[in-house]
């Protein structure tokens, strides 16, 4: 870097090395890097790397999904493409160290600049649809931990959809000792087709994410 | 077909106008007559001239993001037209995937980090990504002449390799000279007989007839009845009764021939028969003595502009004057304001982080997918290759591992890396990207023993390199379609806001190739030098 003293006189022209102007990001621990390579930076999640967005998980939910790649609950079923990539992540973690991931993730802020839409869908079919789901998730997607039933409102859409597809089809949910993915895979039973899990996902792409 | 320096400088003209024409001849121009100039070029000097035209004065300042080729490129070049660059790369090395893998040697791989524990010796590498250089491939040769790499001859088809699949010759590997002789020889007898009984005479004159049955004896080693019956190319039964090499004191015994239904039940003709005539693959080929990553060297020893690694790019915003980059380094949040950016990061990384490209920008960047492959190199404790008469080349394998490599250095020393395993087939990628380290070797051991039996007995230590789960890379060669071609192609080439630079070798019609980088890198930096010369009104 050259030094500052040389900057003044075409500041437009020199590469200049300061602080970020705004806290628009945040630090990122040198141990948790690599979850930014995937998921985005502020874990906003990259559909290119199928990595969702983690940013504004409830703390909870969060344990139980690292807790269930870990233990193979979750990421396990040769037809879980994606899982099986998480799987190794979380196993290399041990449960403090999830913790502290956890604790990382749910420090974040939640930056709603950085949700984008891409399901399109018969909001109005979809409302219908989310009957069923709203007695979980609550009628604004916001979530019932009582229930092991996460926050829906402003995760990633195609997400949704594929974990709608998954749960569905047996890909996930398929653990005795994974009671809540269980209990949405039958759930998941009353989404007949394709169409209505692109439906219910543009509904929940209405609700209010605070 | 001759193409002739002066017909592609006028095609160039005619796509680009006259300063393409202009650039591309510096290049020709330069980096032969400089190499032979400055002879090797000792680190640090500076031979006159570029392919950027010199700023003379002026300034303008260049973010490089990603530490790839490309960058490393455009690096050195603009620095050497007097521009203010700075290479800003996530992960803990410079190069991208121009990796070689040696002794302590970190592999970050996502879950599964790794350190190569090959012994502490400069002839025991892995060469991770690119591990051949095509002798027509211009940049990558040229640099490697300009910045002094020694380059060495690489084996890349050996007829004394095998061949292997366990739906044919229940299991058994072939030679593949004996495979390509034996397939020849009934193809061509096959012809024979087919054109004398068809009435193929009445397209041909008899003179035509003549040859092609002349044609078809040479192609096949026929015999004057047109049968094949075997054939020398195919290698003699070794070894001889009155020499160890067959063919010496008397005349030796061709092969039994193989079964022309097991050839055809072998995978073997599908593309791997063949694949040594590919443009790319013909010999002869080149390899950098001591290991590919002597490019990355050679670049990062003649750039002295800074190259900052673990420096994490969070935003891209371009604005009305140039671009401003926020990356973090050493737990803290940096910006740069340059007049412009390069950007070589993939783009499946680059949509996750902040930036205020249009939409289109990145739906396109999205339409371009990842590609899987998967290499594991293993250290043998013996050269026990070489005793079959094997020095180099590629086995191939209708197994996961698909392909065996032979060192093709270091020729009867002690140990060697060889690799166990190159997929190409992503399924096959996916299959050993699954597994831990430990299980992906094992495996590794496993299939290749069908190749060679006593392949265990001689591996000691592996490593192993799924590309899509690379941490900072997550994908191997990008995947376009034609569709997306048409579509993007030229889209992403072109700067954003005449600021943003996408290159790589991402960014070219030979993705996984370094030559494509070099190449996409040269077309970025003649799109910036033009709008540098209208900047400055012609003075640069």
């Known amino acids: ?210 | 077909m001759q193409f002739s320096r002066r017909r592609f400088l006028n095609q160039v003209g005619a796509a680009g106008g006259s300063a393409a024409v202009y650039q591309m001849a510096l290049a020709l121009g330069l980096m032969s007559g400089d190499a032979r100039a400055a002879g090797r070029t000792t680190p640090g000097a500076t031979p006159a001239a570029g392919l950027v035209p010199q700023l003379k004065g002026a300034r303008r300042s260049v973010v490089m993001l990603g530490g790839g080729l490309s960058s490393l490129m455009a690096a050195y070049e603009l620095e050497r037209a007097g521009y203010d660059c700075t290479v800003l790369e996530a992960g803990h090395r410079i190069g991208g995937r121009n990796l070689t893998l040696r002794s302590g040697d970190l592999v970050d791989e996502m879950g599964h980090q790794q350190r190569c524990n090959f012994d502490d010796d400069p002839n025991l590498y892995m060469n991770a990504g690119p591990a051949r250089i095509p002798v027509h491939h211009y940049y990558l040769v040229n640099y490697c002449r300009h910045l002094g790499v020694q380059l060495e001859t690489f084996t890349n088809v050996n007829y004394n390799a095998w061949v292997q699949d366990p739906n044919a010759f229940g299991g058994k590997p072939v030679r593949f000279r004996q495979y390509i002789t034996d397939a020849r020889g009934f193809i061509a007898e096959l012809s024979a007989k087919a054109i004398n009984t068809s009435d193929l005479d009445a397209e041909f004159s008899t003179e035509d007839l003549e040859r092609i049955i002349a044609f078809l004896r040479s192609y096949g080693d026929l015999d004057t009845d047109l049968l094949y019956r075997g054939s020398n190319r195919g290698g003699y039964q070794q070894p001889g009764v009155l020499a160890p090499t067959a063919g010496m004191l008397e005349h030796g015994h061709v092969h039994e021939r193989l079964d022309f239904s097991e050839i055809l039940k072998s995978d073997f003709w599908q593309y791997r028969m063949y694949f040594g005539d590919g443009e790319d693959q013909a010999a002869p080929l080149l390899q950098p003595v001591g290991g590919m990553d002597r490019i990355v060297d050679a670049f990062v020893a003649s750039i002295r502009s800074p190259m900052l690694t673990h420096a994490q790019v969070k935003s891209i915003r371009l604005k009305e004057e140039g671009v401003s980059v926020v990356y973090q380094h050493k737990g803290r949040h940096r910006e740069i304001q340059a007049d412009y950016a390069l950007n070589c990061i993939p783009k499946h990384l680059l949509v996750g982080i902040d930036n205020n490209f249009p939409s289109e920008y990145t739906t396109a960047l999205r339409s371009i997918g990842r590609g899987r492959m998967f290499k594991i190199g293993i250290q043998m404790k013996e050269r026990f290759w070489e005793n079959e008469n094997i020095y180099g080349g590629i086995s191939w394998t209708n197994q996961n591992i698909e392909q065996i490599w032979y060192p093709p250095h270091n020729v009867h020393g002690r140990k060697g890396v060889m690799l166990g395993a190159y997929t190409w087939n992503p399924a096959n990628a996916e299959f050993f990207a699954r597994m831990n380290p430990e299980e992906r070797f094992a495996e590794a051991v496993r299939q290749g023993a069908n190749v060679h039996p006593d392949y265990a007995r001689y591996a000691e230590t592996a490593v192993s390199v799924p590309w899509h789960r690379m941490n900072h890379i997550m994908g191997c060669t990008a995947m376009w379609t034609e569709e997306t071609r048409r579509q993007y192609f030229t889209y992403l080439q072109t700067p954003l806001n005449d600021r943003h630079f996408m290159m790589g070798d991402q960014i070219s019609y030979h993705p996984g190739w370094q030559e494509g980088a070099f190449s996409s890198a040269h077309h970025s930096l003649s799109e910036l030098g033009k709008r540098v010369s209208a900047e400055l009104g012609g003075a640069a």
């Open chain 1, 1 to 210: 870097m050259r030094a500052p003293a040389l900057l003044s006189a075409c500041l437009l022209t020199l590469i200049t090395a300061a602080p970020a102007a705004a806290d628009d990001y945040s630090v990122v621990p040198e141990t948790f890097i690599y979850c930014t390579t995937c998921h985005g930076v502020e874990l906003r999640g990259n559909a290119s790397v199928d990595a969702p967005r983690l940013n504004g998980m409830e703390d909870w939910y969060l344990r139980n999904q690292m807790l269930a790649f870990k233990h193979g609950r979750r990421g396990t079923h040769a037809q879980d493409t994606n899982g099986l990539e998480m799987q190794p992540q979380a196993a290399a973690l041990t449960e403090h160290q999830i913790e502290d991931a956890v604790a990382f993730i749910t420090a974040l802020p939640v930056r709603t600049w950085t949700i984008e839409h891409t399901v399109a869908g018969n909001v109005d079919r979809g409302r219908t649809l989310y009957a069923t789901c709203g007695a979980c998730h609550g009628p604004q997607g916001q979530g019932n931990r009582t229930l092991s039933a996460p926050r829906l409102a402003g995760q990633s859409d195609w997400y949704l959809a594929r974990q709608l597809e998954k749960y569905r089809s047996g890909v996930r949910g398929y653990d005795p000792a994974d009671t809540a993915g269980a209990q949405m895979r039958a759930a998941t039973q009353v989404l007949g087709s394709e169409e209505d899990i692109q439906d219910v996902v543009a509904f929940i792409n209405t609700l209010p994410v605070n």
